[in-house]
């Protein structure tokens, strides 16, 4: 079994994007699962195709994307995405598009194809706070939740995709008051537990 892992560039004024760094930090296989770890950047349609090329090129079974969320205390995994961008702030490139659907002939949402709770209860039991997320938000780590869903339920039928929001990591937040983090340590262990859960239930 392969697992396509994304992570994010730092985007808006940040120096570092926990989720890239977590994706670095994976161990090569888990679960028995061979891990492909894929940069991405932090720019409309340009993420979904480098994501695109990589499915191309690794046909991988399971397509797993890892985005920050800022201000969230847990880590949550996402249920659908919607097929809308509606950018608060400007994504690496300057797009800042606002009810823009992604994919003018897609459906209005599509969900994740994961086992989001079996994700969630993995996570937890590493002492790990965890919870399913209903809104992948509206900026790039949407784009990508819906669009990679598209993009398998049309193209590659067989494959399966999901979306991970995470905290800050500590750093990040030195300046910020009251905002939770979560160290990349932590970060790294709650993957590590949502891939294991997404490989039991893909070999039941």
Partial sequence: MKILVTGFDPFGGESVNPAL?????LPDTIAGAKIIKLKVPTVRYQSLQVIADAIAIHDPDVVLSIGQAGGRSDITVERIGINVDDFSIADNAGNMPADDPICPDGPDARFV?????AMVEKIRKKKIPASVSNSAGTFVCNHVTYGVCQLLATKYP???SGFIHIPYLPSQV???KNTPSMSLELLTE???AAICAIVEQQDM
């Fill in 113 to 117: 194809t994961l086992p989001i709770k």
């Fill in 174 to 176: 030195v300046e910020k």
């Fill in 190 to 192: 709650g993957i590590t």
């Fill in 158 to 160: 067989g494959k399966k």
């Fill in 21 to 25: 760094e977590t994706v670095k930090s």
